[in-house]
């Protein structure tokens, strides 16, 4: 009977190739074969350390048809790597569906640990580290996000999302809008030659960022601290009020009254743009 191969989950460098780790190049250079999210940028990395291997192509799109394909593979004593653009693959990237499909098929699936944006802004934020949620994108369209930030207006986690050049500057508007003057950190292009780490209370970085074109470049991670306890009681009240308001008047209007008399962030309570 074949022994099955192994699938090796391997992080690659965020920016700097220098944080490719031996073990990660090593397995990359004994593998039969690498599942990359952007094969023209995996192979780019690969040309980089002399590396050549065959790649195939693994990414939102096409990864539910490949998996049965890939799985026989690995079925069959082929060892193969999946890789991200960037970072730790699962991490806001594909390949869940054929690391989960390898499991059921009883297939060794070996973590190569590496550069992750999110861990790597988180060291140096100098906010809260020992309980976060990461959250990713946000949703690209404004209603949704701003719903989707008014849920989150209670989470007393440090919160850790990632956001592109092209919406960074109506993220931030959003979350000092739905967050007030909590304290956060925009880290941006890290590791990278232009790499910057901005910390302020949520204003003053929308404000900073919305000031430096420079600022609105690359790709970002933004820390914000979690509502505190004192906050987090007064928003579960107000959700509690507003939700009884709700039988009675417009939910516009049931959020401001409800903020009124426990003192929650109206926005908070009304994901809409309340009147």
């Given amino acids: ?37 952007d094969t023209r940028h995996t192979r780019q990395l ?10 195939v192509a693994l990414h939102q799109h096409n990864e539910e048809a490949q998996v049965a394909q890939l799985v026989a593979r690995l079925q069959g004593g082929q060892a193969l790597a999946l890789v991200s ?24 699936v070996s973590p190569v640990p590496g550069a992750c944006a999110a861990v790597a802004a988180l060291s140096v934020a100098g906010i809260a ?3 976060f949620a990461f959250e990713g994108f946000l949703p690209a369209k404004t209603g949704a996000r701003r719903e989707r930030l008014a849920a989150l207006a ?13 919406r960074i ?54 820390i914000v601290e979690g509502a505190g306890e004192d906050a987090d009681a007064s928003l579960a009240e107000g959700r509690r009020v507003y939700a009884v308001l709700c039988a009675h008047m417009k939910p516009s209007q049931a959020a401001k009254v409800a903020a009124e008399i426990t003192g929650a962030p109206r926005k908070a309570l009304y994901g809409g743009d309340a009147g």
Wanted: charged letters at 25%; hydrophobic letters at 45%.
């Fill in 1 to 37: 009977m074949q022994t099955p191969g192994t699938l090796h989950v391997v992080a690659t460098p965020i920016g700097n190739l220098g944080d490719l780790g031996a073990r990660a190049l090593d397995t990359l250079r004994t593998v039969d074969a690498i599942c990359a999210e």
């Fill in 154 to 166: 209670g989470e007393p986690r440090t919160l850790i999302f990632y956001e592109a050049s092209h």
């Fill in 129 to 131: 580290s020992d309980r």
């Fill in 85 to 108: 653009d960037a970072g730790t693959p699962l991490v806001s990237d594909p390949g869940f569906r054929l690391v989960r499909a390898a499991r059921e098929a009883g297939i060794r």
């Fill in 169 to 222: 500057e109506e993220m931030l508007a959003d979350l000092a809008d739905r967050f007030g003057p909590r304290h956060a950190v925009v880290a941006r292009e890290l590791t990278k030659l232009f790499e910057t780490v901005l910390d302020g209370d949520l204003p003053s970085l929308h404000a900073r960022v919305a000031a430096d074109a420079n600022q609105r470049k690359g790709e970002f991670v933004v």
């Fill in 46 to 55: 690969l040309a980089h350390f002399g590396v050549e291997k065959p790649l």
